[in-house]
């Protein structure tokens, strides 16, 4: 049982270029999100989806698109990379809507030059 | 909408010594409240949570218990480790509830020998 994993671990971009952060579980899980950890500012939630093929915007989603067209990935895309979104990003998956315990990947650090 | 306020760190303690993070939240109704730990290298996982008012919830010697008099969620240890050294977050569901949850920005916590 693989948990959530995350692809890849370190990723360096220029302004303007465009990428797929990789998120999977192995746990059946419904639910699944990505957030962002900013120094000072904690997790802020990104996108996040209740099930295959239904998504929506979390507190920060400028920037960012998603899609869950299996119960197992969900992919975050930044279409245009710009310096703002340097940071470290962390899926996560639960159960259900909840409230549950959530499990979180191991993260991917990103830094846009 | 809900938010949650988080102790400054970083907090630099001795081995055994006690330990009290601090969090206070504003929230509508009574929701669940979380604390998540992050060892270094690694993504958030969850310490111990409570879902009503004047429970109290317990891991690995940590309580914490949720207090709607004070609107309070404050970490406790007794004796602390040297493995105990992570980073904590407060956290609880962003209005509307559900899976979606908003995060304290963390507390740093070093034990030395």
């Known amino acids: ?113 | 909408g809900n938010s949650v306020t988080q102790m400054e760190g970083p907090v630099t303690l001795s081995e055994e010594a006690f330990l009290t993070i601090n969090c206070t939240y504003t929230a509508t109704g009574y929701p669940s409240l979380f604390w998540y730990v992050q060892y270094p290298g690694e993504g958030l996982q969850l310490l111990l949570k409570a879902t009503k008012a004047d429970d109290k919830g317990s891991n690995k010697g940590f309580e914490a218990t949720y207090r709607k008099e004070t609107t309070s969620f404050h970490l406790e240890k007794g004796s602390v480790q040297v493995s105990d050294s992570a980073v904590y977050f407060c956290a609880l569901p962003l209005t509307g509830g559900g899976n979606k949850l908003t995060f304290g920005t963390g507390t740093q916590l070093k034990v030395e020998l």
């Not at chain 1, 120094?39 to 996108?47: D, T």
């Not at chain 1, 990947?105 to 830094?111: A, D, N």
């Open chain 1, 1 to 113: 049982n693989a948990g959530v994993t995350q692809t890849p671990k370190f990723q360096v971009l220029k302004t303007g270029q465009s990428m797929t952060l990789q998120c999977a579980q192995d746990m059946n899980h419904e639910y699944m999100s990505w957030y962002r950890q900013d120094p000072g500012m904690g997790l802020r939630l990104i996108h996040y989806s209740v099930g295959a093929g239904i998504t929506d915007q979390g507190e920060v989603p400028n920037g960012y698109n998603v899609s869950r067209s299996t119960t197992e990935d969900f992919p975050l895309r930044l279409l245009s990379a710009a310096p703002s979104q340097t940071s470290v990003y962390f899926c996560a998956s639960s159960y259900g809507v909840g409230p549950y315990e959530q499990y979180f990947g191991p993260g991917t650090r990103l830094t846009v030059t």
